[in-house]
């Protein structure tokens, strides 16, 4: 399923299964708080759409909903029989980040580097790739039966490249 052609009603479903993927991870509903809010805000998108009355919705916290909602449906559609624990665990660092990405800081960023890197492992899975998640490197990824190393990064500033990339060069790997 391409989610870019995917309807709201889609993406609210992707993300119910999704949070019951991580409640069987071991995630308690208060931290699933987010995911719900992203639920009630496409739905009220839908209900209005559908009444022909989209003054009622708050156009950039529910266009964020969407856009994070369709990263989240990626996710779960990649990583869906991924091991739920280590899901959780990568999923309660997810939503502890700021709801909007105005809000992020240098030090709050860690929440959407974090779904980024499940981004990159989750469409690597869904192309076939075998995909393990360590600590460090972010992915690991078996092509062939070569292992690649993949850190994933999302710079906050363009300062912070260079050393990034020096970093990741001398970084020991696994």
């Not at 739920?84 to 709050?108: M, N, Q, V, Y």
């Not at 078996?142 to 710079?155: A, H, I, M, S, W």
Request: hydrophobic content about 35%.
């Amino acid at each position: 399923m391409a989610l870019l052609r995917s309807n709201y009603g889609e993406i609210i479903e992707l993300l119910t299964l999704l949070a019951a993927r991580l409640r069987t991870g071991g995630l308690q509903e208060a931290e699933l708080t987010r995911l719900r809010s992203h639920r009630g805000r496409i739905d009220v998108l839908e209900r209005a759409r559908l009444a022909g009355n989209l003054e009622a919705v708050d156009l950039d916290q529910t266009l964020w909903s969407l856009i994070e909602s369709a990263e989240f449906s990626d996710i779960y559609l990649g990583m869906s029989n991924y091991d739920p624990r280590s899901l959780a665990r990568k999923f309660k660092l997810i939503l502890k980040g700021p709801d909007h990405p105005r809000s992020e800081t240098e030090t709050t960023s860690l929440a959407r580097n974090t779904a980024f890197e499940l981004n990159v492992a989750g469409r690597l899975r869904t192309r076939g790739f075998d995909v393990s998640l360590p600590h460090n490197p972010d992915v690991v990824c078996t092509v062939g039966d070569v292992r690649v190393f993949l850190q994933c990064k999302r710079p906050f500033s363009d300062r912070n490249i260079r050393r990034n990339i020096t970093k990741g060069r001398t970084t020991t790997r696994p």
